[in-house]
């Protein structure tokens, strides 16, 4: 009865000659903790991209919650509950971390577009907002604009921003990217805290927190499935040390 | 309601503060200190108007323009035409100013904001232009390079006349700005002003939060035109002439160094660096009316390296540096 929080169906987009999604059929189950790795170039962020609707796939389905959502501008998918981070922090660098998270909330309350009555007045948005930042031990920095946090801190904002617009399907694209190891276990905890009915799937080059977090694994080389399922079939499956082990080994 | 700590402070951010107050204590004091100056004074007030509608673009949404002329030049042609052919009444004739301007700044807006950074510069210098242009041609109506000729304003509500002394003039850009910065100071700290912000500091980001972005220019360039087409028939009424240089590119570019001089942004900068510009230029050219274009340069060149983010800017940084204020 219950389909997939996500999935695609022979999702394909290519530049010119060189395609970087060749058919894929991804399943992201309700709930899940899903790690999509793959080499560098494998076409990881172009598959969050055309999830998310900033790109426009050359043919193929992607479904969310049984619905299909291929055509959707990217807001609409954003409303139904598909939510990303990016790699490279993009965050409101100049306005405080309060504001940041606001901005996300009061757009998912659809509450922006008003012009009469001031952003201070709207308690229950603020509220919210803050009791996020306190969940995610960002309380103390409220009011300091982001641009002077530590990057640690900033990849924490990155992810309290999405997590203001209440997401069913969250797309972390790299949420550790950058930042040093003593800094990364604050991310680690963080989203092992995630609320279990939000489906996860984390874009990641840093082995220790896939194999930490995930309980499904999917193996993207050159715009294609290469192998799928759990952690331990993973790291056990030749294919996989050969793309990881070999590319550097030959390259 | 706010609460203390880090709520409290974010959900009391819109309330005025008594440095708020001084612009216009100023502007009061100034009708009466200097009545000679009335004339000159009705300018500047019109003028901050106009910086204020660049500053909501600008400063706000982030939309980088050289095409506000345009919508200033909309306004003044408007209001000028319909006293110019026996309708004077002055506050129809602004608000029909506005309209226009919103109109044009609504049609132009649906075409050029698809684009962003220099290609919508550019566009915004070429709607500016074609409208130039199209006056320009249409002597006919507008008088064409010799000005609209023969406005008639009649007195505000059948009673208060626009005398010689511009004793009117004054007081009506003054309550017109004062409603004006009340309406945009109010929308500067909505939901939506604050979106505004966010569109400036990471549009990609406002895409990712669902935010109906393409919307959101539009309307502020639109709201944005209405005032700067209302600022065009105030100085088109108060004045009683309309020429081809309300909508010249040096139009344009004047009242963003204007706001640039007194910080964008920051919704007060247009009440600094319009005065600054406008009283430096009425001094130095009776001072030096052959070379005092180049003292403007001058002032310009010293404002940019040891002023950045104009006056109001330099402001910060020694409020900042003097310790926090709380």
């Known amino acids: 009865m219950s389909a997939p929080a996500l999935e695609t169906c022979g999702l394909h987009k ?45 043919a193929g389905q992607i479904r969310l919650e049984g619905a299909d959502i291929t055509h959707l501008p990217q807001a609409a998918r954003v409303k139904r509950g598909l939510v990303r981070t990016f790699q490279i922090s993009a965050l409101f660098r100049r306005l405080s971390v309060l504001e940041n998270v606001t901005l996300a909330v009061c757009e998912r309350k659809g509450r922006s577009g008003e012009l009469l009555r001031p952003a201070g007045r709207h308690g229950a948005v603020i509220e919210e907002a803050f009791a996020l930042l306190e969940r995610l031990g960002l309380a103390d920095e409220a009011l300091s604009p982001v641009s002077t946090l530590a990057y640690g801190r900033q990849r924490l904002v990155e992810i309290a921003i999405a997590l203001g617009l209440s997401p069913k399907v969250l797309l972390l694209d790299e949420p550790a990217a950058g930042v040093p190891a003593h800094e990364s276990g604050t991310i680690i905890d963080v989203i092992e805290g995630l609320p279990p009915e939000i489906a996860l799937l984390i874009i990641e080059h840093d082995m220790d927190l896939v194999f930490r977090l995930a309980r499904q694994i999917t193996v993207l080389v050159q715009g294609s499935v290469l192998v799928e399922g759990p952690p331990e079939a993973i790291a056990a499956d030749a294919r996989v040390r050969q793309v990881y082990l070999g590319e550097r080994v030959s390259v | ?11 009391r951010r819109h309330r005025y503060h008594p440095l708020e107050a001084v612009p216009w204590l100023v502007a009061v004091a100034g009708y009466f200190a ?91 210098l070429v709607v500016a232009s074609m409208l130039y242009e199209a006056v320009n041609k249409a002597s006919w109506l507008t008088g064409g390079d010799d000005g609209l000729q023969g406005m008639q304003v009649w007195p505000i509500f059948g009673w208060f006349r626009f005398d010689l002394f511009g004793r009117t003039a004054y007081c009506y850009c003054l309550i017109m700005l004062c409603l004006c910065w009340f309406a945009t100071r109010r929308l500067v700290h909505s939901p939506f002003g604050r979106s505004l912000v966010g569109i400036r500091e990471n549009i990609l980001r406002m895409h990712a939060i ?19 087409g209302a600022s065009g028939a105030l100085i088109a009424q108060t004045t009683g002439f309309v020429g081809l240089t309300f909508l010249g590119l040096d139009r344009s ?5 204007m706001l640039i001089i007194g910080g964008v942004g920051r919704l007060y900068g247009a009440f600094i660096g319009v005065p600054l510009y406008m009283i430096a230029q009425d001094r130095f050219s009776t001072i030096d009316p052959v070379y005092w274009y180049f003292w403007i340069g001058l002032l310009m060149v010293l404002l940019v390296v040891f002023a950045r983010g104009g006056v109001l800017g330099l402001a910060e940084r020694l409020q900042s540096r003097l310790g926090p204020r709380r």
């Open chain 2, 1 to 11: 309601m706010p609460g203390p700590g880090a709520v409290g402070v974010f959900a």
């Open chain 2, 253 to 257: 570019g004047t009242v963003l160094i």
């Open chain 1, 14 to 58: 290519s530049f010119g000659a060189l395609t970087v999604a060749n058919a894929v059929e991804f399943r992201l189950e309700r709930g899940a903790r899903h790690a999509l790795i793959g080499p560098n170039g494998a076409g990881k962020t172009t598959f969050v991209n055309l999830v998310t609707g900033a790109l426009r796939p050359g």
């Open chain 2, 34 to 124: 200097f009545p000679s100056y009335l004339p000159l004074g009705a300018q500047i007030l019109a003028t901050i108007l106009f910086a204020l509608s660049a500053d909501l673009v600008l400063g706000y949404a982030g939309i980088v323009t050289l095409g506000q002329a345009a919508f200033f030049g909309a306004g003044a042609y408007t209001a000028g035409l319909l006293a110019a052919h026996g309708w004077g009444e002055p506050i129809s004739g602004l608000l029909s100013g506005a309209a226009a301007a919103a109109l044009i700044g609504l049609l132009s807006g649906l075409v050029i904001l698809r684009t962003t950074g220099l290609t919508l510069l550019m566009l915004t």
């Open chain 2, 210 to 228: 669902g935010a109906p972005v393409a919307r959101r220019r539009l309307v502020v360039y639109t709201i944005s035109a209405a005032l700067a």
